[in-house]
């Protein structure tokens, strides 16, 4: 199993010796993680530093309008302080409750400014949906192998100069028996769009300079053959630099004798109908002299 990117977030890969700093690196992980989490989050974290204060202030006592022994009552005051609602019905009447509510008071103004942060964060983060095509395919094209990948925009929106690269990773071995892993650059019939919208089909010819010359099936799963696919791209609408990536494992998601169905039809009012569940769709190819190989399904 190449060691690059994979389709998951989480590859099966065991680090051993690696650095691990969750505490350090919490920003982005509250980025990266679901709305549900961060909100979860948060709440638990209010929650929490509430709870905290109250026992303090069971400690320090001097709060007017708590009922005895009721920690209940110093939490509802402990919340109504940092939220700085401020009811009236209790209030600190001792200087140690006097400082502790100050500190409660610069806590709060903490809590939710680092709260405020990552919701707006998450707001304005642009999200790619960008969507690959399950599989990859190899037919022939013009009489010439062709590796075709299918992408495409979900939105209504158009990404506006879209780039895209595709590396192909394989083992090899040099000559002193060492194991690798090699990356190479596969190059594209055409690698920027102006515009990319509902489907883009990014084509890379086999030829004798290609990295896949002479590749076949039983070849591409001896030799590990990965496909790494990245894009980049401005949204139309935010102007915000995006990215998206795909990973094909070429021995499981790469269809040989295949070709991507047509989506894209003409209507009688001259305009046309794009159906987008097609989008994944393949039609098999005969085999070729330049392309033999049988349609594997």
Same mark, same amino acid.
């Given at each position: 199993m190449a060691l690059f990117t994979r389709k998951s977030a989480n590859p099966e890969i065991e680090i051993r010796g690696g650095k691990i700093s969750i505490a350090g690196d919490w920003y982005h992980l509250m980025l990266r993680a679901p709305w549900w989490a961060d909100l979860l989050a948060i709440a638990a974290g209010f929650l929490m530093v509430n709870v905290l204060f109250a026992l303090a202030y069971s400690v320090v006592g001097g709060i007017a309008g708590v009922r005895e022994g009721s920690f209940g009552d110093l939490f509802f005051f402990s919340v109504q302080t940092m939220a700085?609602? /401020?009811? /009236?019905?209790? &209030?600190?009447?001792?200087?140690? +409750?006097?400082?502790?509510?100050?500190?409660?008071?610069?806590? /709060?103004?903490? =809590? @939710?400014?680092?709260?405020?942060?990552? =919701?707006?964060?998450?707001?304005?983060?642009?999200?790619?949906? =960008? !969507?690959? +095509? #399950?599989?990859?395919?190899?037919?022939?094209?013009?009489?010439?192998?062709?590796?075709?990948?299918? =992408?495409?925009?979900?939105?209504?929106?158009?990404? @506006?100069?879209? %780039?895209? !690269?595709?590396?192909?990773?394989?083992?090899?071995?040099?000559?002193?028996?060492?194991?690798?892993? !090699? %990356?190479?650059?596969?190059?594209?019939?055409?690698? !920027?769009?102006?515009?990319?919208?509902?489907?883009?089909?990014?084509?890379?010819?086999?030829?004798?300079?290609?990295?896949?010359?002479?590749?076949?099936?039983?070849?591409?799963?001896?030799?590990?053959?990965?496909?790494?696919?990245?894009? #980049?791209?401005?949204?139309? #609408?935010? /102007?915000? #630099?995006?990215?998206?990536?795909?990973? &094909?494992?070429?021995e499981k998601e790469l269809r040989w004798g295949h070709r991507y169905t047509d989506m894209v039809s003409p209507r009688p009012n001259g305009g046309f109908l794009v159906e987008m569940d097609k989008f994944d769709a393949v039609t098999p190819t005969e085999p070729t002299e330049a392309f033999p190989f049988p349609q594997i399904v």
């Amino acid at each position: 199993m190449a060691l690059f990117t994979r389709k998951s977030a989480n590859p099966e890969i065991e680090i051993r010796g690696g650095k691990i700093s969750i505490a350090g690196d919490w920003y982005h992980l509250m980025l990266r993680a679901p709305w549900w989490a961060d909100l979860l989050a948060i709440a638990a974290g209010f929650l929490m530093v509430n709870v905290l204060f109250a026992l303090a202030y069971s400690v320090v006592g001097g709060i007017a309008g708590v009922r005895e022994g009721s920690f209940g009552d110093l939490f509802f005051f402990s919340v109504q302080t940092m939220a700085t609602i /401020g009811y /009236g019905s209790m &209030y600190p009447r001792t200087t140690a +409750a006097h400082a502790l509510t100050t500190g409660e008071a610069l806590v /709060g103004i903490l =809590v @939710i400014a680092v709260s405020t942060g990552i =919701v707006f964060s998450k707001f304005s983060v642009l999200r790619a949906r =960008v !969507r690959f +095509a #399950t599989s990859a395919v190899i037919a022939p094209m013009n009489g010439v192998p062709t590796l075709m990948l299918r =992408v495409g925009h979900e939105r209504s929106s158009r990404v @506006i100069d879209a %780039m895209i !690269r595709v590396g192909l990773t394989r083992t090899e071995r040099t000559s002193e028996g060492v194991m690798m892993y !090699r %990356m190479y650059d596969l190059k594209l019939e055409r690698e !920027r769009a102006p515009a990319l919208s509902r489907s883009w089909t990014i084509l890379h010819t086999i030829t004798p300079e290609s990295p896949l010359y002479r590749a076949t099936p039983a070849s591409a799963v001896t030799d590990e053959l990965e496909l790494v696919v990245s894009l #980049t791209g401005t949204d139309e #609408t935010s /102007g915000q #630099t995006l990215h998206a990536g795909r990973t &094909y494992d070429v021995e499981k998601e790469l269809r040989w004798g295949h070709r991507y169905t047509d989506m894209v039809s003409p209507r009688p009012n001259g305009g046309f109908l794009v159906e987008m569940d097609k989008f994944d769709a393949v039609t098999p190819t005969e085999p070729t002299e330049a392309f033999p190989f049988p349609q594997i399904v």
